[in-house]
């Protein structure tokens, strides 16, 4: 049985299907990753979840990045990679795809960072297995490039996988076989493998962001205070107004009524207009 990678890392993960993918399942990790060549940073959340009994054990990756202006809404998320893994007379290590969705994700180590995990969790659970060859295919060679094929070569030499290329190829690192290799060789890294990702305390900033929003109602509650107010002084000077309308209405009219008679017979009262 083998196991192929297209001749690049990214593409659409179709398999292996999962029953349930509710994020509910997962645990998470939060990550800060910066981008220096847009000079910004990205939150990346990255879950994963182990199931299955000895011998058959699995684990699927998925990695989410957060939008922070929304955080909390779950559909202010975009999901960035996706990987599983399972055991079963051999280690299988990759869904058939190494990938990053997002162009402008790459090359920031999130595939590396993923990948990790998944080494970590063959290393752990199954030391001793072997792991199933991974044919690379230079089917996409035309597609994607010959720099493209130069880094999935080095992105699995630095987890300690090696290949067996194909002669006669348009390019010497197009298509092979990963040799043969047992869990406990393969490689795993620490996070100072990767100098542009921090992992965030996700219990500290869950907390920061609760603080924060108890600050942001508290700041609702008095806009809402202040604006009932105007509106209650707004409401008390409008009841002046017409109080004093009411009280002025009288005195108005008996001076109408008056000036009416003055202008109707001027002479009555002794003016000669």
Same mark, same amino acid.
């Given at each position: 049985m083998k196991e192929s990678t297209e001749g690049k890392l990214c593409g659409p993960a179709v398999w292996p299907a999962r029953k349930d993918r509710s994020s509910d399942n997962f645990?998470?990790?939060? /990550?800060?990753?910066?981008?220096?060549?847009?000079?910004?940073?990205?939150?990346?959340?990255?879950?994963?979840?182990? %199931? &299955?009994?000895?011998?058959?054990?699995?684990i699927d990756l998925v990695a989410f990045r957060v939008e922070t202006d929304r955080f909390g809404d779950s559909r202010a998320r975009e999901e960035v990679c996706s990987m599983s893994a399972h055991r079963s007379f051999g280690l299988t290590l990759t869904n058939g795809f190494v990938i990053v969705e997002q162009e402008s994700l790459r090359g920031l180590n999130i595939g590396s960072l993923c990948f990790n995990e998944i080494v970590k969790w063959a290393?752990?659970?199954?030391?001793?297995?072997?792991?199933?060859?991974?044919q690379l295919l230079g089917s996409h060679v035309g597609a994607y490039g010959r720099r493209n094929l130069e880094r999935r070569?080095? /992105?699995?030499?630095r987890f300690g996988l090696t290949f067996e290329f194909e002669s006669g190829d348009v390019h010497p690192?197009? %298509? &092979?076989?990963?040799?043969?290799?047992?869990?406990r060789d393969l490689v795993s890294h620490s996070m100072a493998?990767?100098?542009?990702?921090?992992?965030?305390?996700?219990?500290a900033t869950l907390q920061s962001l609760a603080m924060a929003r108890e600050e942001l109602e508290d700041d609702v509650r008095g806009l809402?205070?202040?604006?009932?107010?105007?509106?209650?002084?707004?409401?008390?000077?409008?009841?002046?107004?017409?109080?004093?309308?009411?009280l002025l209405r009288?005195?108005?009219v008996v001076a109408a009524l008056a000036v009416g008679a003055i202008l109707a017979r001027p002479g009555h009262f002794g003016l000669h207009l």
């Open positions: 645990a998470w990790r939060l /990550f800060r990753v910066r981008d220096e060549k847009r000079d910004r940073y990205h939150m990346l959340a990255v879950g994963t979840q182990e %199931s &299955g009994d000895t011998g058959r054990e699995c290393r752990r659970v199954a030391p001793d297995d072997h792991v199933m060859p991974i070569h080095r /992105f699995y030499q690192l197009a %298509s &092979g076989e990963s040799k043969d290799i047992v869990g493998k990767f100098p542009n990702i921090v992992e965030v305390d996700l219990l809402k205070d202040g604006i009932a107010n105007l509106l209650d002084e707004r409401r008390r000077r409008s009841d002046v107004v017409v109080r004093v309308a009411r009288l005195p108005v």
